[in-house]
């Protein structure tokens, strides 16, 4: 990967993160891995649209989380390497289900896009990406579907990085 990009898996960890009211999590230095605190100066958070509503059929795609970050991981790396040389500051994340007030979110960029940045834009946590395991299972049928959902997620969240905004996705066919 590019200097600028870091590749992590974060795992929820019980009583750390997201749920527990001010979503602030455990810290780097205390034992448990916790959410890191929203990138500073920026207040941009954007999504990767919602999964569509299903109904339970009982049936979802199985899939260990290990070979759901596989995906994660294959689809960074097919961005072309062009565009991830610009990327700058950024971490990707994989987790197992969104924030419950948004169970249906495939994923999430929280940070300052590249357009936004100016020169008081330093020494700041890096931008984040998360991409959600649980909303994508349920919403497709096989793995090849997943596969495909995975990359076109993970293209979405890269793409607000860069300051592209959902209008402009939708139009793309990234929406």
Not at 22 to 49: F, H, I, K, Q, Y
Not at 63 to 80: C, H, K, N, Q, Y
């Amino acid at each position: 990967m590019p200097p600028g990009i870091a590749k992590t898996v974060y795992r929820p960890v019980a009583g750390a993160g997201r749920g527990e009211g001010d979503g602030a999590g455990g810290g780097v230095g205390d034992g448990v891995l916790g959410e890191a605190a929203p990138p500073a100066g920026g207040s941009g958070v954007t999504c990767r649209g919602k999964a569509p509503p299903m109904t339970d059929n009982g049936l979802v795609l199985e899939m260990t989380s290990e070979e759901f970050e596989e995906l994660v991981g294959e689809a960074l790396d097919r961005i072309p390497a062009d565009l991830t040389r610009l990327m700058d500051n950024v971490a990707v994340f994989v987790e197992d289900e969104p924030d419950p007030k948004d169970p249906d979110l495939l994923g999430l960029y929280e940070g300052t896009p590249l357009t936004e940045r100016g020169e008081w834009y330093a020494g700041v946590l890096p931008d984040r990406i998360t991409i959600y395991r649980g909303p994508t299972l349920r919403m497709c049928d096989s793995r090849a579907e997943v596969v495909a959902e995975t990359e076109v997620t993970v293209v979405h969240e890269i793409a607000h990085h860069f300051g592209i905004d959902d209008e402009r996705l939708h139009a793309l066919g990234y929406g």
